[in-house]
């Protein structure tokens, strides 16, 4: 599929003062917007959000200092989107984890400036972008981004087709914080979580999440609000999810970040968390034909 060009894009979709986009050396587009509120940059391929700063504020998205778009290669923090399947595939090992759609080229299909000065752009993944041996299904997948004072993502996905068809999906955010030692997650306490390091034992949360080591959690049917209460930053950013009934968290720790490579530097880790609002494990939701599916986040920072 033709990527479509930044000049173009432009033409069509940009919004003075507002949204411009920008190609690479390796042809690949960003879709930029700076407005009153913050500065957001996504690129095209996977539809992958790199940097969302609120205006005099620090980056609420780690994005990893050596991360480089590269065709067909998911980068390295931002906030991918994992889908149609979460993870390794059910029955197919050798499909690409977390599905396909983070490392495939989605089109621009709308833009618009909002009354609040939020920006709103939409971004869609052709059928012709789905590999048809890993995915058989008619549907038609949105992201839909709001930038604001908040970010808003709101991945959609409708079966256009005339069979049910199972999704697995997860907005894979990459938070940056000051130091893992200095934050906690709250509104996971009491749920149930597969714990990947812990061969998949099924456990239950006590208390607020605190990272001292390797952390790899898929929390099951956990529908509320997360926090993440950063003592460094002293600030507090805020999860609000709808259509999302799991819940991942991740820090892979030193010797897994190293070996990734992608992270900057060895002590890379200690500068993020994800906390991804996914639908996953037993949580995969079935569409029936003609029927849609959203799972939608607001992210948002509050001072301490
Ligand atoms: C998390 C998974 O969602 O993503 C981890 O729970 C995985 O197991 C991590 O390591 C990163 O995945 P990837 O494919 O982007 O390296």
């Excluded at 599929?1 to 050396?25: C, H, K, V, W, Y």
């Excluded at 998205?61 to 065709?71: E, K, M, N």
């Excluded at 197919?92 to 396909?100: L, M, Q, V």
């Amino acid at each position: 599929m033709s990527q479509q060009d930044a000049a173009t894009l432009n033409q069509r979709f940009g919004i003075a003062g507002q949204l411009e986009f920008t190609q690479e050396t390796n042809g690949l587009v960003v879709a930029r917007i700076a407005n009153t509120h913050a500065l957001c940059a996504i690129a095209l391929q996977g539809a992958h959000l790199m940097t969302f700063q609120p205006t005099h504020e620090q980056p609420l998205i780690w994005l990893s200092p050596v991360a480089r778009l590269v065709p067909g290669k998911s980068l390295r923090g931002g906030v991918p989107v994992c889908w149609p399947w979460f993870g390794t595939h059910a029955s197919e090992s050798n499909f690409p984890a977390h599905g396909f759609a983070r490392t495939v080229l989605w089109q621009v299909a709308e833009s618009a400036a909002l009354p609040d000065g939020s920006t709103r752009i939409t971004f869609e993944l052709p059928q012709s972008a789905m590999p048809a041996m890993q995915w058989p299904h008619a549907c038609r997948v949105r992201n839909v981004v709001t930038v604001g004072k908040m970010l808003g993502m709101e991945l959609v996905t409708e079966n256009v087709g005339d069979a049910a068809f199972e999704i697995g999906e997860a907005l894979h955010t990459y938070f940056a914080i000051s130091d893992v030692d200095k934050v906690r997650i709250t509104g996971l306490e009491g749920a149930e979580y597969l714990d990947k390091v812990d061969d998949w034992q099924r456990k239950t949360q006590a208390g607020s999440i605190s990272i001292a080591s390797e952390v790899d959690r898929l929390y099951v049917n956990t529908e509320t609000e997360c926090v993440i209460e950063d003592a460094g930053l002293k600030r507090r950013i805020r999860i609000a999810k709808r259509g999302s009934r799991s819940t991942v968290v991740w820090n892979p720790w030193i010797e897994k970040s190293v070996k990734m490579g992608d992270f900057g530097s060895d002590t890379g880790y200690r500068s993020m968390v994800c906390v991804e609002s996914a639908n996953a494990a037993e949580n995969v939701v079935n569409i029936a034909p003609g029927a849609a599916h959203a799972l939608h986040v607001v992210y948002s920072m509050e001072r301490l």
